[in-house]
């Protein structure tokens, strides 16, 4: 259960991570994944 949900949280990570960078906010988009790593429950409705 914790490994897997490790790997599904560092590849929406990812994928947020360029989506921000590619609309040029890569500085929120960091604040962003922060906060979402802080709320795993957050994560899951972005799913």
Not at 19 to 34: C, L, T
Request: no cysteine; proline share 0%.
């Amino acid at each position: 259960m914790g490994i897997k949900e490790t790997f599904q949280v560092t590849e929406v990570q990812v994928i947020l991570g360029r989506f921000f960078v590619r609309k040029g906010k890569s500085k929120k988009g960091i604040m962003f994944f922060n906060h979402i790593v802080r709320n795993g429950e957050l994560l899951r409705s972005y799913k």
